[in-house]
């Protein structure tokens, strides 16, 4: 399924190197956001640590960037060795540029990759009251489960496929020659 995205939006990986970008991207975001995002309240600081630490940890991050500025992130994390087939999921979209499907795109890119990695079983927690996540977990067949006030999703990823696999190969490229291509442009400005 073709991704409707903001005209010259780009979704592609992050590269080792590039957690200054999450870091801006997740200290951009309004306070509501920002609570929503992190099921509560955080200060800057545990922003700028947790952005450092998502790069060190196995990781898979995928950023939604316009004009070479990201402003939508998904983050896969594995739950680790004694849950191997289970990994957590986060999504954030800078305000200016949520209800516009950015943050479906992100989230069929994450599940693309959680599949393709062999998770099985994919956890998003979530703020009871945030509506807007749960919709969009459920736009992906997420089943919902309610725990102390927070919101499961668990969404059971199917097996990887070779199709599965060249989908996110080539997602992947694009995303590898758009960057490519911003930089140079930038290079040729400066
Ligand atoms: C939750 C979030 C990631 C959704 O991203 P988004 O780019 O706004 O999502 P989309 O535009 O793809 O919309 C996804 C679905 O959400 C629902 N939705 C969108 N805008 C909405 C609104 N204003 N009110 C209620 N639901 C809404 C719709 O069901 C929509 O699906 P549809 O367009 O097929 O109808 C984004 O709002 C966000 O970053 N919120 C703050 C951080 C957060 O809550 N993260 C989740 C915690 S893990």
């Known amino acids: 399924m073709q991704d409707v995205l903001p005209e010259g939006g780009v979704i592609r990986k992050l590269w ?21 995002r992190f099921a509560g309240g955080v200060s800057e600081d545990f922003i700028r640590r947790y952005a450092e630490l998502s790069n060190t940890l196995d990781a898979v991050l995928y ?10 992130a998904a983050e896969l994390r594995p739950l680790g060795a004694r849950f191997p087939r289970q990994a957590e999921a986060a999504i954030s979209v800078e305000k200016r540029w949520q209800s516009h499907g950015v943050g479906s795109a992100l989230l069929r890119r994450t ?56 989908r996110e190969f080539m997602a992947d490229g694009h995303g590898f020659a758009t960057a490519m291509l911003d930089l140079q442009s930038r290079m040729l400005r400066a």
């Open 111 to 166: 599940l693309l990759t959680a599949r393709n990695r062999g998770f099985r079983l994919l956890h998003m927690a979530c703020l009871a009251n945030n509506q807007r996540m749960q919709q969009l977990a459920r736009k992906f067949d997420a089943e919902l489960s309610f725990d102390f006030g927070n919101v499961i999703g668990e969404v059971e990823s199917s097996r990887p496929t070779p199709l599965s696999l060249m």
């Open 63 to 72: 950023g939604f960037f316009l004009g070479g500025i990201m402003r939508g």
């Open 16 to 36: 080792i190197g590039e957690a200054a970008k999450y870091r801006d991207h997740l200290l951009r975001l309004d306070a509501d956001s920002r609570h929503s």
